[in-house]
């Protein structure tokens, strides 16, 4: 919603601000400059990009329309959910846990917490690193390494798409250019026309540029801006995860690992610590 008002905002100020300057809106309506523009620019995204890189690009653009998901309720769910199991280890020793880690859709504890359930990656995330403790192998240094490399691959392959649309912004510009000099070009070639046309041909190449410029920084720019920020949020509810798991490992109490967690949450979305302690409360009721 926000990202239609963003562009709805940009349309209107920029015609709204043309037109009352006394600009003809009609002079800004150029097709062949837009498919000249948005051809190249689809042309070398394709041509610079992977299959799988592609693809990556097309499932992440739709979560642009979407709100984030990553709210004080969700985290106060995960932390709640981490609470419960490792309780519950603490309580009846890591090897109770076995089967809600090997089938967390199965799991009584897992089932209370839908909102976090849903998220597949999240819950074979939690579930892989809870295997590790179960197994007794590793200390916490060593997993707190391995989490730390899952958790940047995840980063960088979360990035790829925001990546790809930046550099088709930083492109479009210099596509708009491109199709200004065509157009001065035409214009040229036209030498001998009355002195309105040539102008009118004038003013329709430098349109291109206008929408070279327009297209990079108020429509896809900011998309790849807003893909980066939905990536550091999915990023540092994995960190929640690792700080409060890593605790867990060096002996501290499950009411303090997820304090440790609650500590590491952006402070628009952290609950207090009164609130999670009665969230926690009512789930366990």
């Known amino acids: 919603m926000f990202v239609i008002i963003g562009y709805v905002l940009v349309v209107a100020s920029v015609l709204g ?17 837009l498919l000249i523009i948005g051809g190249a620019a689809l042309g070398a995204f394709v041509v610079s990009n992977s299959s799988k890189v592609l693809g990556a690009v097309m499932k992440a653009l739709p979560a642009v329309l979407k709100g984030s998901k990553y709210s004080k309720a969700r985290y106060m769910e995960l932390m709640a959910l981490l609470y419960d199991i490792l309780s519950k280890a603490r309580k009846e020793g890591l090897m109770s846990i076995e089967s809600d880690v090997d ?13 976090v359930s849903a998220d597949h990656h999240l819950v074979e995330f939690i579930t892989d690193y809870l295997r590790m ?10 997993i707190e390494t391995l989490i730390d490399n899952e958790i940047d691959t995840h980063h960088h392959e979360a990035m790829v798409p925001a990546q790809a649309i930046q550099k088709v912004a930083d492109g479009l510009p210099a596509f708009g250019i491109v199709a200004a000099v065509m157009g001065v070009v035409h214009t040229m070639a036209s030498v001998g026309q009355p002195p309105a046309v040539l102008g009118e041909m004038i003013a329709h190449a430098l349109v291109g540029t206008f929408l070279g410029i327009l297209m990079a920084y108020g429509f896809v720019s900011p998309l790849s801006s807003l893909l980066e920020q939905k990536v550091d949020e999915a990023t540092k509810e994995l960190q929640c995860v690792k700080v409060t798991l890593l605790a867990s490992m060096q002996g501290y109490a499950p009411g303090i690992a997820v304090e440790f967690g609650r500590k590491v949450l952006y402070s628009t979305e952290r609950p207090s610590f009164s609130e999670l302690e009665e969230h926690v409360k009512q789930k366990r009721a």
């Open 17 to 33: 601000g043309f037109a009352m300057a006394g600009g003809h809106l009609g002079a800004l309506f150029q097709p062949l400059e």
């Open 103 to 115: 089938k967390p859709d199965e799991s009584p504890i897992f089932k209370r917490y839908p909102s």
């Open 133 to 142: 403790m179960v197994s007794g192998n590793l200390n916490a240094l060593e």
